[in-house]
């Protein structure tokens, strides 16, 4: 018999890695969802799904393009038919990088683009599809500073974000009556990871320990989106630690 046909239900997050992407995870996984947890590289997650099958919970690891339409079809009617319906989709895909604009080669512009917008649509729309037939789904997508306002050197960058922000505010308005949460966080602040801590120590140093946003601290805002009566849902919110200034 399929998983599915047991009750269970799925949270997908495309962009797992060791940060925000894989606190996420967890947290919905300790709710009682599979995680289903998607990067390029499969082999990466292994660390993830160990992580969640410790405290208890469930996680299945996938390796996907999400820049391929193809590969992101396939990807959600495996999660669909394998593991249970999609309940919630986040979209984590960064894709932070800094060009002076002379710089800023096409190939540049548009690898970042199809890393940080068309993924991201290719993601939101999948998850529509099967959720809108349903009457029910949140759909959860990470921004960032750059998604509201553009910087030195962040063309491309800002220009992704931009468009992913678009996205979903279009996407909320649509779909909302259907009974879909479209949500948009803005990460405005560096997260406490190990490549911050090693590339930019002045940080902590200067500001102390709370300079940094905390993975699990956005997860659980995560969370508590999802949660929201649809009386009262939210579409954006930012996320900044007290000291940032803003």
């Known amino acids: 018999m399929a ?3 047991a009750g269970k239900k799925a949270a997908i997050v495309v962009g797992a890695g060791d940060a925000t992407g894989g606190a996420i995870a967890r947290r919905f996984a300790r709710e009682g969802f599979v ?11 292994k660390p993830l799904v160990e992580a969640i099958e410790a405290q208890g919970g469930e996680a299945r690891a996938f390796g996907v393009d999400a820049r391929r339409e193809e590969a992101v079809e396939a990807f959600f009617a495996t999660v669909e038919k394998e593991v249970g319906p999609v309940e919630v989709a986040v979209f984590n895909i960064g894709a932070n990088v800094r060009f002076p604009i002379l710089e800023t080669t096409t ?3 548009t690898k970042v683009w199809e890393m940080g917008a068309l993924s991201g649509f290719l993601t939101a729309r999948e ?22 306002r553009g910087g030195i050197g962040y063309a491309a960058f800002a220009g992704s974000k931009h468009a992913l922000r ?21 990460i405005d602040g560096a997260i406490d990871t190990p490549w911050i801590n090693e590339n930019f120590p ?12 905390k993975p699990d601290s956005i997860a659980e805002i995560y969370w508590q989106i999802h949660l929201q009566d649809p009386t009262a849902w939210t579409f954006e919110m930012d996320l900044r630690p007290a000291v940032e200034t803003w």
């Open 166 to 186: 678009a996205l979903a505010q279009s996407m909320a308005r649509e779909l909302g009556p259907k009974g879909i949460h479209v949500a948009h966080v803005v």
């Open 202 to 213: 002045h940080i902590k140093a200067e500001r102390g320990e709370a300079a940094l946003l």
């Open 3 to 5: 998983q599915s046909a």
């Open 127 to 148: 998850a529509a599809k099967h959720m809108v037939p349903r009457g029910r789904g949140t759909i959860l997508i990470t921004g960032a500073t750059a998604s509201v």
């Open 35 to 45: 995680a289903c947890v998607a990067r390029r590289q499969e082999e990466k997650l």
């Open 107 to 109: 190939r540049v512009y």
